[in-house]
């Protein structure tokens, strides 16, 4: 079965970058995935998003700072974080799906099957 594994997170300074890691095995060759972020009370929040196809999308806080893209001959999924702000402090999730329709930022937690178990991202 599909296996995700953050890693990257950590605490930095507002401005500041960090980049985030979600290594996959036995990934579908056609596929969506997406990184979102979760704060305590709240539902996940999608953050960015891409197909198997390397089609991108961002949710309207990330355009211009974040970057999503994958390493296909690593099975490794990125998001680039630059320019970090407070409010994107949480648990950053990868998340993948064999359903690629509608692979949008736009996409909601519950249509994802597979996730990884977060790592913290902290900004101050």
């Known amino acids: 079965h599909v296996q995700l594994v953050e890693s990257g997170g950590g605490s930095v300074q507002a401005g500041g970058s960090l980049r985030l890691s979600c290594a996959t095995s036995?990934?579908?060759?056609?596929?969506?995935m997406g990184w979102f972020r979760q704060v305590p009370g709240k539902e996940r929040e999608g953050v960015a998003t891409?197909?198997?196809?390397?089609?991108?999308s961002y949710a309207d806080s990330a355009k211009g700072r974040f970057t999503v893209s994958q390493d296909n001959a690593a099975n490794i999924l990125y998001l680039e974080m630059n320019n970090l702000k407070p409010e994107d402090t949480g648990t950053y999730f990868c998340?993948?799906?064999?359903?690629?329709?509608?692979?949008?930022?736009?996409?909601?937690?519950?249509?994802?099957?597979?996730w990884g178990q977060g790592t913290q991202v902290t900004v101050s």
């Open positions: 891409i197909d198997s196809d390397g089609v991108t």
């Open positions: 998340a993948a799906d064999r359903e690629t329709l509608r692979c949008t930022s736009a996409r909601g937690e519950h249509d994802y099957f597979y």
């Open positions: 036995n990934m579908y060759s056609r596929y969506c």
